[in-house]
């Protein structure tokens, strides 16, 4: 099946700095989709983003199907940013397959 | 804006006891699913339905699992015997078609003692 890494696995970053976070897949997808884990283990849709770039505020994503990776993008990072961030991807109609996240800690 | 919503949102049981979880997917959604996020763990797939009949399931979904759509609009998952490993979070989720968008619900947490 698809495999999925999301790099890097820990970052801390000072409040109001950038980060990008990366996600690579091993096959051809039809779907891509960013979630936030919040604090109380909520899995928050981000993006559903199976090509090209789309932007929500601070948070902008990339995906570049034909190299097989996606890159999240956090700019101005607060607190509230806080989290496990997953990237998940499926083809045909096979269930969504999720790499193991990138926990993100913002300090004040 | 619609979302999918999940019954309880913690619970506690006793090991050898069974659990039933609810889930009331998105109302035009044809494609159901349940995952499974042990603690500080990746989500996993747990099993698919599909026009009332399970579509794909994983390794993890062995006899002591169910799933049923007892109506139009709930979407249940059964655990007959709990064991102190299905302690988890257990999420729902739905979609339009096998490849549109997937909205998860906000989990359930279960705790087998």
């Known amino acids: 099946g698809i495999q999925v890494e999301q790099s890097p696995p820990d970052l801390i970053l000072q409040e109001g700095a950038n980060s990008t976070l990366r996600c690579n897949f091993s096959?051809?997808?039809?779907?891509l989709q960013w979630f936030h884990q919040n604090p109380w283990g909520q899995l928050i849709n981000l993006f559903y983003?199976?090509?090209g770039t789309k932007q929500n505020g601070r948070l902008s994503a990339t995906t570049v199907a034909t190299e097989r990776y996606s890159l999240l993008y956090i700019s101005s990072s607060q607190t509230t940013d806080s989290g496990v961030y997953f990237c998940?991807?499926?083809?045909?109609?096979?269930?969504?397959?999720f790499g193991k996240g990138t926990r993100l800690s913002v300090i004040a | 804006e619609p979302e999918v919503t999940q019954t309880p949102s913690h619970q506690v049981t006793q090991m050898g006891q069974e659990v039933i979880l609810r889930c009331v997917p998105i109302?035009?959604?044809?494609?159901f699913y349940w995952y499974r996020q042990i603690l500080g763990q990746k989500v996993e797939f747990l099993v698919s339905?599909?026009?009332?009949?399970?579509?794909?399931k994983s390794e993890i979904f062995d006899d002591q699992f169910s799933v049923e759509r007892p109506d139009g609009s709930n979407f249940t998952l059964k655990i007959r015997s709990t064991k102190l490993e299905d302690s988890a979070m257990y999420f729902c989720?739905?979609?339009?078609?096998?490849?549109?968008?997937?909205?998860f619900g906000q989990g359930t947490r279960l705790t087998v003692v």
């Open positions: 989720a739905s979609s339009r078609t096998g490849v549109t968008e997937a909205f």
């Open positions: 096959d051809s997808v039809n779907n």
């Open positions: 983003i199976p090509s």
């Open positions: 998940a991807v499926n083809s045909g109609n096979t269930p969504l397959v």
């Open positions: 109302s035009n959604h044809l494609y």
């Open positions: 339905f599909y026009n009332n009949e399970i579509s794909e």
